[in-house]
C-alpha cells in the first residue's frame, strides 16, 4: 500500500486484512513463517498477491507483537530487524536514501541506508539521485509548469522514465541485495505519477 494510496483503497485493504484478524496467534504465526519460506531466494514485486498478503498479515502480527512471542521459529536464513525484531523482508523505494530499506511488518526502516552493503548502497544512491527529479514532475508548482510549457507532455515523459528506472529496481537493483538478504520486495509503481505496476515490464 502506498503512502500517496486514496481513503477507498485504503478502506480496501482493510477489509482484505480481516481475515488475519481471526487467527489465533499461533496460527498466524505458523502462517507467516511459511509464507516467508515460500518467499525466500526471489526478488518480488511489492504488488505481488502473495506479497500483498504477507503485508497484511504481518502488519497484524505486529500489532499483536507474534514475533515477540516466538511461538514458532521463521526461516533460518531471515536475520531479525533492528527495527521491530521481525524477520528481516526489506522493501526498496524511491526515498531509499532517506529511510533506508523499509520493514514490511512496522513499516519502520529496516536497514539503514548506511548499513547497506557499500557497493549496493552506491547503485542505490545512483538510482535515487536519477528516481528524485523524474518524480518531482509530478509536484511541480504552477511556475514550474509554466515554465515546461507542455506540461502534460513532461508528465508522460516523466512517466515514462520512471517506468524505466522501476525496472531497473527489479532487475539490477533487488537482484544485487539478493546476494545479502533472503528475499527483497521493490516497490513497482508511482501514484503520483500515475503509473501502474502492470506498466512496469521486466
Not at 116 to 144: C, F, G, S, T
Not at 165 to 191: H, I, M, R, S
Request: glycine residues 4%.
Amino acid at each position: 500500500m502506498s503512502e500517496h494510496a486514496e481513503a477507498p483503497n485504503d478502506k480496501l485493504w482493510r477489509e482484505y486484512g480481516d481475515v488475519f484478524e481471526d487467527f489465533d496467534d499461533l496460527t498466524l504465526a505458523r502462517w507467516l513463517a511459511q509464507t516467508l519460506g515460500q518467499l525466500q531466494g526471489r526478488v518480488w514485486r511489492s504488488s505481488h498477491p502473495l506479497v500483498g498478503a504477507y503485508r497484511l498479515g504481518a502488519q497484524a502480527a505486529h500489532e499483536r507483537q507474534i514475533w515477540l512471542k516466538r511461538l514458532v521459529t521463521p526461516p533460518r536464513d531471515y536475520p531479525e530487524s533492528v527495527c521491530c525484531r521481525a524477520p528481516l523482508l526489506p522493501l526498496i523505494t524511491r526515498d531509499v536514501i532517506d529511510q533506508g530499506l523499509i520493514c514490511q511488518h512496522c513499516n519502520g526502516t529496516a536497514v539503514a541506508f548506511g548499513d547497506i552493503p557499500m557497493d549496493v548502497q552506491k547503485l542505490l544512491r545512483n538510482w535515487a539521485e536519477k528516481y528524485a527529479p523524474v518524480h518531482q514532475v509530478a509536484h511541480w508548482d504552477d511556475r514550474q509548469q509554466k515554465r515546461a510549457g507542455n506540461y502534460d507532455r513532461a508528465l508522460e515523459d516523466a512517466a515514462s522514465e520512471a517506468e524505466r528506472l522501476l525496472a531497473a529496481a527489479g532487475n539490477k537493483l533487488a537482484p544485487a541485495l539478493l546476494e545479502f538478504y533472503p528475499a527483497v520486495l521493490w516497490e513497482d509503481q508511482d501514484e503520483c505519477l500515475d503509473v501502474r505496476p502492470e506498466d512496469i515490464a521486466l
